[in-house]
């Protein structure tokens, strides 16, 4: 008779959370640079990602911060917020959001049936 174990908690959103993180930090050095356009596709896209992940783990208020980040990196719908200064700012308060949503948000696979 072999011993079964409960499946652990997995920190899905960890990885996507982690490579938004660090383009955020690139990105607030490059914010007046033209190839910033990468920065925005690539934090909008990752912002989704763990959006959905964060609904499928039933936590639902990481959206309250994430839907904000999808939406003013957008890149197709530029939000241009004028000053450079602010938005380094927010580059760094997103960045906080990611890394504590990628930590914090544990999906549990469902049980299996024998």
Same mark, same amino acid.
């Given at each position: 008779?072999? *011993?079964?174990?409960?499946?652990?908690?997995?920190?899905? *959103?960890?990885?996507?959370?982690?490579?938004?993180? $660090?383009?955020?930090?690139? %990105?607030?050095? &490059? &914010?007046? #640079?033209?190839?910033? &356009?990468? $920065?925005?596709?690539?934090?909008?896209?990752?912002?989704?990602?763990?959006?959905?992940?964060? =609904?499928?783990?039933?936590? =639902?208020?990481?959206? $309250? %911060?994430?839907?904000?980040?999808? $939406?003013?990196?957008?890149?197709?719908?530029?939000?241009?917020? @004028?000053?450079?200064?602010?938005?380094? @700012?927010?580059?760094?308060?997103?960045? #906080?959001?990611?890394?504590?949503? %990628?930590?914090?948000?544990?999906?549990?696979?469902? #049980?299996?049936?024998?």
């Amino acid at each position: 008779m072999s *011993a079964s174990y409960p499946d652990p908690a997995r920190r899905v *959103a960890l990885a996507p959370a982690l490579i938004a993180a $660090v383009a955020l930090l690139v %990105g607030a050095a &490059v &914010v007046d #640079a033209p190839g910033y &356009v990468v $920065v925005l596709f690539i934090v909008s896209i990752f912002a989704l990602i763990v959006a959905v992940f964060a =609904w499928q783990a039933k936590q =639902w208020w990481w959206l $309250v %911060g994430l839907i904000p980040i999808a $939406v003013l990196w957008n890149p197709v719908f530029p939000i241009d917020l @004028g000053d450079p200064q602010l938005w380094r @700012g927010l580059h760094f308060a997103a960045a #906080a959001v990611f890394i504590a949503a %990628g930590i914090l948000i544990k999906i549990t696979p469902p #049980a299996r049936e024998r």
